[in-house]
C-alpha cells in the first residue's frame, strides 16, 4: 500500500470536497445542507488565502522563520475546498518546526525539545484530525516518536517530501 504524502493528502482531500460539493453529491434533492466543511461552497482563491491568513494567526512559527503573503495558487480561477486555506496554513507550520528540530537538535538540546514539543503538537490540528488518511497520521506518529529517541531519518525524509 502506498502511502501518501501530507501534501498530496491535504490536496487530494480538497479536490474531492470541492468535486463533491460542485457536483451536488453532498445533499440530495430536497436535503438540507449542513455547514460542515464538506457540504459549503468551494472557496475562490481570495477566500481560501483569506483562510489561510486567519489560521495563521492561530498558528506560532519559529522566530526566524516568516509566514508567507499568500498560498501558491494551483491555477487560474481553481475553486478550493473549505479548509484547504487552514490545511496549508498547518503544513508550513509544520515543515517549519520540523526543519528547526532538525536543525538544532545535535546543537542545543533545549531548542530541539522546545521545537518536537510544537511538531508533537500537530496531533490537535485540523490537518491531522480531518486531511490526513490513516495511513498518513500513523506516518506522522512515528516520526514524531523517532524523533524523541533522537532518531532524525523519518522526520528528514518527511521535510524533503513535503516541505
Known amino acids: 500500500m502506498q502511502i501518501l504524502t501530507r501534501q ?19 445533499a440530495g434533492a430536497g436535503e438540507s445542507r449542513s455547514s460542515s466543511s464538506s457540504t459549503r461552497a468551494p472557496n475562490s482563491y481570495e477566500e481560501m488565502n483569506a483562510e489561510f491568513n486567519a489560521s495563521k494567526k492561530n498558528l506560532r512559527l519559529p522566530a526566524e522563520v516568516a509566514w508567507p503573503a499568500e498560498v ?22 509544520y515543515c517549519s518546526w520540523a526543519k528547526k528540530w532538525l536543525f538544532v ?23 491531522y484530525l480531518t ?21 532524525p531519518k523519518l522526520l528528514s525524509a518527511s521535510v ?3 516541505c
Open 131 to 151: 486531511a490526513f488518511a490513516p495511513e498518513v497520521q500513523r506516518e506522522t506518529d512515528n516520526e514524531l516518536a523517532a524523533a524523541e529517541k533522537g532518531d
Open 105 to 127: 537538535r545535535a546543537v542545543s538540546e533545549d531548542d530541539a525539545s522546545a521545537a518536537l514539543s510544537e511538531l508533537k503538537s500537530v496531533k490537535r490540528t485540523s490537518l
Open 72 to 93: 501558491r495558487r494551483d491555477g487560474s480561477g481553481d475553486l478550493y475546498a473549505p479548509g484547504y486555506g487552514t490545511s496549508q496554513a498547518e503544513q508550513f507550520w
Open 160 to 162: 524533503e517530501r513535503n
Open 8 to 26: 498530496v493528502a491535504s490536496t487530494a482531500v480538497a479536490i474531492f470536497v470541492s468535486a463533491m460539493t460542485v457536483s451536488g453529491c453532498s
